[in-house]
């Protein structure tokens, strides 16, 4: 094949048709593509946390974060494609996703149990507010499927959210 149909094809556009207008898709993608960063960033702590836990209620926290992990990463799919499906791009890379995110990666050695239920519960107190500014940007621009998709994760963030502030409640 020719270099320059190579090289052309590279480059091309990846023109998914959309009725967004291309400010809408570009802000939307933009708001998507972070909150996919802080999803994945998510997701990996929760495993982390999940691989490492220890302690007198090791199986009942082992399958909580489990549980929570399967759903967070469920997540992950759902936001890409959505952002596709708008004509937007999504992260590529571990670096990307590095370059995006806000939540703050655990890379300790030894995290007590509490102290891991205590941070996942921040964390995705944090993530609903990220949620909710990533629903403010699609509302502005008319974008109703994706706020449908945001209003769901919301609702599971926070039961993920009260069932850590519950169990820290008798948490050691």
């Known amino acids: 094949m020719d270099r320059t149909v190579v090289e052309k094809r590279r480059k091309a556009d990846l023109a998914t048709p959309t009725d967004l207008g291309a400010n809408a898709t570009a802000d939307i993608a933009g708001a998507l593509a972070a909150l996919l960063a802080d999803t994945f960033a998510l997701y990996l702590k929760t495993k982390n946390f999940h691989w490492h836990m220890s302690g007198r209620h090791f199986r009942d926290y082992h399958l ?5 992990g399967d759903q967070i990463f469920a997540m992950t799919d759902a936001i ?4 596709r499906k708008i004509g937007g791009t999504t992260i ?10 806000r939540l703050l990666d655990n890379d300790a050695e030894f995290v007590t149990p509490r102290d891991m239920l205590a941070e996942l519960k921040d964390d995705n107190r944090q993530l609903i507010g990220f949620l909710r500014q990533a ?8 974008d109703v499927a994706t706020t449908s998709l945001i209003e ?3 609702d599971e ?6 069932f850590l502030f519950e169990t820290l409640r008798d948490s050691e």
Do not use: F, K, M, P
Request: aromatic share 6%; proline share 0%; net charge negative.
């Open 152 to 154: 769901v994760w919301i």
């Open 157 to 162: 963030t926070e039961r993920r959210t009260w």
């Open 80 to 83: 890409a494609e959505r952002s």
């Open 64 to 68: 909580l974060l489990d549980e929570q």
């Open 135 to 142: 629903h403010e940007v699609c509302e502005e621009h008319n």
């Open 92 to 101: 590529r890379s571990i670096g990307h996703i590095s370059r995006l995110q």
